[in-house]
């Protein structure tokens, strides 16, 4: 039936078979989950279909996550403004996005409104 069954963890027998979410072996008749390391099998976990969740670094990498306040590491142009961004301006609540050009972190500058940054020119405050 299926390709690739793990031999039976406690008689290491070949000849195990599926039953529903168990792998039988009918040597010793022992059964175990099969949950643990079929690659296809998606949604055993609690999400659905979202298993490649990406992690955002910051420039030190610490992971970020929604919510975090970051600093400015160095001074980044914005358009239209003289000064642009200074490095060490703090940035709250940021929100992790899935940005254009490496532009991973949406957020609210102080000053400035709404922008994306990049995770590379922060840093968890
Ligand atoms: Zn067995």
Not at 76 to 94: C, E, Q
Request: charged share 25%.
């Amino acid at each position: 039936m299926n390709e690739n069954l793990p031999p039976c963890p406690e008689c290491s027998s070949a000849f195990t078979y599926e039953m529903g979410a168990l792998l039988v072996c009918p040597e010793c008749g022992h059964e175990w989950s099969a949950a643990t390391r079929s690659a296809d099998d998606s949604g055993d976990s609690g999400d659905s279909g979202d298993s490649g969740e990406k992690v955002i670094k910051d420039s030190v990498g610490n992971v970020l996550t929604d919510g975090d306040t970051v600093t400015v590491v160095k001074a980044l142009k914005v358009k239209g403004s003289p000064s642009g961004i200074k490095a060490g301006t703090k940035v709250r609540n940021i929100r992790l996005v899935d940005g254009v050009d490496g532009h991973d972190i949406d957020c609210k500058v102080d000053g400035f409104g709404p922008m994306q940054l990049k995770s590379s020119v922060v840093k968890k405050a």
